[in-house]
């Protein structure tokens, strides 16, 4: 993740965009640590083993790293 940004900036990207499962934490915290805020939840974004899952979404914003 810590080369991605810079990488992704270079590359002329001005937003990172991800979703993470509400319950995986480790993800969570680790996106905040980088700068991620998270912006709102998909409500059953889709089917994982047959179940409806939700995500939360987390972005950066890039342009000015």
């Not at 900036?9 to 319950?23: T, V």
């Not at 991620?36 to 000015?64: C, M, P, S």
């Amino acid at each position: 993740m810590t080369a991605l940004i810079p990488a992704a900036c270079a590359d002329g990207a001005w937003k990172l965009l991800s979703r993470i499962f509400p319950e995986n934490m480790a993800s969570r915290k680790l996106c905040e640590q980088l700068g991620f805020r998270e912006v709102g939840i998909y409500e059953k974004h889709a089917q994982l083993d047959g179940i409806w899952r939700d995500v939360v979404i987390v972005e950066k914003l890039i342009a000015d790293v």
